[in-house]
């Protein structure tokens, strides 16, 4: 059963300690980033993740893409749309995916670009491959102050153009070597956004995508899933670890021809989980949506967790797979 990950890792940054990196940080061209980046990649590599993220260290999800797209900026930690939204000129995360990709082929050359995840109606078991994540339109407009040109009772159409900037960032994504699309909306739980607009701009950015859209969505879904499972993913992402009352859930739903992102592992703590915890949790979720329909993942993004605690549990996660088999 193949492995992934939400994607944030602990952001662990380097100051410069070669001759080389002090004289980049004078130039100001330094990037305290890659160091953490290649940890975040080799962590993940070394626990047997068979789809891994860059580690998203460069901020968080909302700041990574606010600061970037044309209409929008970040003053004060708080993502603000100042003007209309516009398509990126340039891309936002490619140049990492690309780092990532060329970090984990160092420690094993089965990693590939634009690795087939699906053939046909089954995950390939022989998969290792990379992800592209895009902060979902709806959470980033729902997370943002809306200052300019947007009227604030008309967030419906700032989450539409927002889509079709971010269709352009999962092309370049894609072209980058991404073998999967994430998309991250974590709003849609709240009970805060309109799921009829917020079902059309995940589906502008799925028109014509040649490589797996999943959506991720963290919280308590119970209420929410048979809506979820109607978007236009491949895989639908939930917490089941921290929250089984999304696993009673699921047991209620239809797949409709959906992949389930099962997370097995509770990121909202620094305790790793007996293995046997693990494998429970799996085989419940086998019985419900069965083998070939799930890929594993910890429930949410691991950012706030110290590395030992990360890389423990990705371990751990692993292990059960193991087990399993």
């Known amino acids: 059963m193949l492995t992934t990950v939400v ?3 602990p952001a662990l940054t380097q100051e410069p300690s070669s001759l080389n990196d002090k004289i980049s940080a004078f130039m100001g061209s330094y990037d305290p980033y890659q160091s953490a980046l290649e940890l975040a990649v080799q962590d993940q590599v070394k626990a047997g993740v068979d789809l891994i993220s860059d580690g998203q260290v460069r901020g968080d999800m909302l700041e990574i893409f606010a600061r970037s797209i044309p209409g929008m900026v970040v003053e004060d930690r708080t993502p603000k749309i100042l003007g209309k939204i516009r398509p990126t000129t340039h891309p936002i995360g490619a140049s990492d995916l690309m780092l990532a990709m060329k970090t984990a082929q160092k420690i094993s050359p089965d990693f590939k670009n634009r690795q087939q995840l699906l053939s046909g109606n089954k995950f390939n078991e022989k998969f290792k491959g990379i992800k592209g994540i895009v902060t979902g339109p709806t ?7 809306i200052e300019g040109f947007y009227k604030k009772d008309k967030k419906e159409k700032a989450i539409i153009d927002l889509a079709e900037a971010l269709k352009k960032e999962v092309g370049y994504l894609k072209d980058a070597g991404a073998s999967v699309i994430q998309i991250d909306e ?3 739980s709240t009970g805060m956004a309109d799921m009829a607009t917020a079902k059309k701009a995940v589906g502008i950015i799925a028109k014509d995508l040649d490589v797996p859209l999943s959506m991720h969505v963290c919280g308590d879904v119970a209420d ?9 993913v491949d895989i639908v992402d939930c917490e089941f670890a921290g929250i089984p009352a999304n696993l009673d859930a699921l047991k209620k739903q239809n797949l409709e021809n959906k992949k389930i992102g099962l997370g097995c592992i509770d990121t909202k703590t620094e305790r790793v989980e007996e293995t046997e915890e693990v494998l429970n949790l799996i085989k419940m979720g086998i019985e419900i949506v069965g083998e070939d329909n799930m890929i594993l993942d910890p429930d949410c993004g691991m950012r706030k967790l110290s590395r030992d605690a990360a890389f423990s549990k990705l371990k751990k996660m692993k292990e059960a ?3 399993l088999s």
């Not at 929410?224 to 236009?232: M, P, Q, R, S, Y």
């Open 139 to 145: 959470t980033l407009v729902l997370s943002s102050r």
């Open 224 to 232: 929410v899933l048979g809506d979820l499972l109607k978007f236009e």
């Open 186 to 188: 974590p709003f849609l």
């Open 321 to 323: 797979v193991k087990w």
């Open 7 to 9: 994607g944030s890792y």
